[in-house]
């Protein structure tokens, strides 16, 4: 079944290939502009200022709200999987979280910066980063999504050790209305929607998103073992998003409020060997960001920003803990948890991160040769206390920084400076500089080659947790003398862009120091070793190549590759956990009249799997996955659409490892979505 998928899917990218270059097209002007767009997209985030992607300093993608759409996805980290260097792993459906360029140390995802309208999502509660299920943006809100490769840190401060996926939300001019939704196996159905209204001076736009499925009936198998278990992966997500924009002179206020939620349950928690721990009737997780911003432009030269942002920041909120009927382990181990905190006696709210932000920004442009970008910003965090994760106390943290960038053109060349100088009650004072250099070759040639530094500050956890003795679970305790972690990377590009295409080569070299991990303390909790967080004393190296073509074969049909080769070993030299050593992308889109076929294939190579709390625990190796994405549409009208679409086609599962305290041991499963959807705008 699955080589018949594979075989079909193939050949009908063969079939539309040869349609586009026999058959008349009635596409014309329209589809050479969104060539046009696709190869010479103007960029923001690699600089904090608008620039072609050719003169970007770092290695740079975009992806369009257009190219989203055509791709049939609604969740952004399936748009985000097909992305150079992106890799995705999702712990069944309610948690998702990405790396880039496959640097995952110790098994924790955590430094990949988001940011939203330009202000940071982090999490300084726990070890991990924000998850990507709970972005609050839905998609028909996301105007373009900004992938940058590499340490970002002398930008966005702390937390953007190996890039940033920066999301922008739609600002549109005009009435506008789109629906969409979706049904898919195992009980799926999706949902989006969006709508503006205004003119040149006010717009309002909202958008919503919701999905639901029930139990896949898919089984997961312990890390290390063979037995397996039923893992119950229903759940519901929703989220919503407002934001109204007023235009006064040559200035702009605005505000916007987000929120996504997922529920899933009922759980029930096992040891490794079987026994019934205890069980939830659901568990609920949100994000939520509320903005104001004002920007100004005071002469056509300077212009400045200002942005305060509240992220509510991934409550966790449990149903009361109960005992496992018929499990005489659960019946004494339910009291006991629930004597350590009696918060588990309800329903009751973990892991709740509450930061406000404080962004300030100026771009300055005295001449078409010279442009600086300068600002400070500030943070406070707050985190409640949740004695069952290891936060015995409420905790309350701040950092602030400032930030300035040069960019000096000469001629062919330009000279891009910057420097970022910080401090944080966690992290203490850094300075994080970055020197690059891009020079316009003849003929449509650019080289690039930079210096780029990065830090991720000790979260909350890595330095004040305190875990309970729990049965079955490993006992990691915070380390006050844990000290920030240092990348740098060297990184050099090739670009060139010829009448219809475009190559991008990019090498770097990335050096990861003092990183934060578990280590051994020698005592034994529970049966598990008891570690404490610390830096290595030895420096990691992760070295890669990066690829990627688009173009056009002929008018109307778009075909794109990218791929990414990761050598990063661990002072063994073995490969990294969760490193694959190889990810590739093939993707053709192609439109003819009323007809619009996105097919994708996605190679990911063989990585072992850990876990993180665990480090002595089982290593497996997950084997390379093959994966097809598809969306076979055609409008009725220029406003009605169906399609024919598929998440993860080829295969109903895909193996990876659970990543949160109550699933630790776990391998779990990327479901599979093949189903029909609908769509109407105007």
């Not at 979260?459 to 079955?472: D, H, N, R, T, Y």
């Not at 084997?623 to 598929?646: D, E, K, T």
Request: aromatic share 10%; proline share 5%; glycine share 8%.
């Amino acid at each position: 079944m699955l080589r018949s998928l594979v075989c079909t899917l193939e050949c009908a990218g063969l079939t539309l290939g040869l349609a586009a270059q026999q058959a008349p097209l009635t596409v014309g002007v329209a589809k050479q502009d969104a060539l046009l767009d696709l190869l010479n997209t103007p960029v923001e985030s690699a600089s904090k200022r608008r620039q072609k992607s050719t003169e970007s300093p770092q290695a740079i993608e975009v992806l369009t709200a257009e190219q989203i759409r055509a791709s049939g996805v609604f969740r952004l980290i399936d748009a985000l999987k097909l992305m150079t260097s992106v890799q995705v792993f999702e712990f069944g459906k309610d948690v998702a979280r990405l790396t880039i360029r496959g640097t995952v140390a110790n098994a924790s995802m955590n430094n990949v910066q988001v940011l939203v309208d330009g202000v940071p999502l982090f999490n300084t509660e726990t070890y991990y980063s924000v998850p990507f299920n709970l972005i609050p943006i839905p998609l028909e809100a996301i105007e373009r999504v900004e992938v940058v490769r590499g340490p970002s840190s002398s930008l966005y401060g702390a937390n953007a050790q190996v890039g940033v996926i920066a999301i922008t939300t739609k600002t549109k001019e005009g009435n506008s209305l789109c629906l969409r939704g979706g049904a898919a196996e195992n009980g799926t159905f999706n949902s989006q929607g969006f709508f503006s209204y205004g003119n040149s001076q006010f717009t309002l736009a909202a958008a919503f998103g919701g999905s639901s499925q029930r139990d896949s009936g898919i089984s997961e198998r312990v890390l290390g073992g063979t037995r397996w278990v039923d893992p119950q992966d229903q759940n519901h997500a929703s989220q919503v998003f407002l934001r109204p924009e007023v235009v006064l002179g040559e200035g702009r206020i605005w505000a916007m409020y987000a929120k996504a939620a997922t529920r899933v349950g009922p759980q029930v928690q096992e040891m490794p060997t079987g026994e019934k721990l205890y069980q939830w009737s659901f568990l609920q997780s949100s994000t939520e960001v509320a903005q104001v911003g004002w920007s100004q432009t005071w002469t056509p030269v300077f212009r400045t920003q200002l942005k305060l942002n509240r992220s509510h920041l991934t409550p966790l909120s449990v149903s009361a803990m109960a005992v496992v009927p018929g499990s005489p382990v659960s019946a004494g181990t339910v009291p006991y948890l629930q004597s350590l905190d009696p918060g588990l006696n309800s329903n009751y709210d973990m892991l709740d991160t509450t930061i406000d932000q404080a962004v300030l920004q100026g771009n300055w442009d005295p001449s078409e040769a010279l442009h600086f970008v300068f600002g400070l910003d500030s943070a406070r965090m707050k985190a409640l206390k949740a004695p069952i994760v290891g936060a015995p106390a409420d905790s309350q943290d701040s950092a602030a920084g400032g930030f300035a960038s040069m960019d000096w053109i000469q001629g062919p060349a330009t000279l891009s400076l910057g420097a970022r100088v910080e401090n944080e009650t966690l992290g203490g004072s850094r300075i994080s500089p970055r020197a690059a250099l891009v020079y316009v070759l003849p003929e449509g040639s650019v080289f690039r080659a930079g210096y780029f530094t990065s830090t991720r500050s000790p979260s909350v956890f890595e330095v004040k947790q305190a875990l309970p003795p729990i049965p079955g679970r490993p006992a990691p305790i915070g380390n006050p003398d844990v000290k920030p972690e240092k990348f740098d990377n060297f990184e050099i590009g090739f670009r060139k862009n010829f009448a219809r295409w475009s190559l991008d080569f990019t090498a770097y070299q990335m050096n990861l120091k003092k990183v934060i991990g578990p280590e051994p303390t020698g005592v034994i909790v529970g049966g598990f070793p008891q570690t404490q967080f610390r830096n290595s004393t030895t420096s990691l190296v992760n070295k890669g190549l990066e690829v990627s073509a688009k173009g056009e074969l002929a008018l109307g049909w778009l075909l794109g590759f990218n791929a990414a080769a990761v050598d990063f070993q661990d002072a063994l030299g073995i490969q990294q956990s969760y490193s694959s050593k190889l990810k590739a992308n093939l993707w053709t889109r192609y439109q003819y009249r009323d007809l619009q076929a996105y097919v994708a294939l996605q190679h990911t190579g063989a990585y072992a799997i850990t876990n993180a709390e665990d480090f002595a625990g089982p290593r497996e190796d997950a084997p390379a996955r093959l994966q097809v994405h598809f969306n076979l549409s055609y409008a009725w009208n220029h406003h009605f659409m169906v399609s024919i679409y598929g998440i993860n086609a080829a295969r109903a599962s895909e193996e990876s490892t659970a990543g949160s305290t109550n699933n630790n041991y776990l391998i779990r499963f990327v479901r599979r979505e093949m189903g029909l959807q609908a769509s109407y705008r105007f």
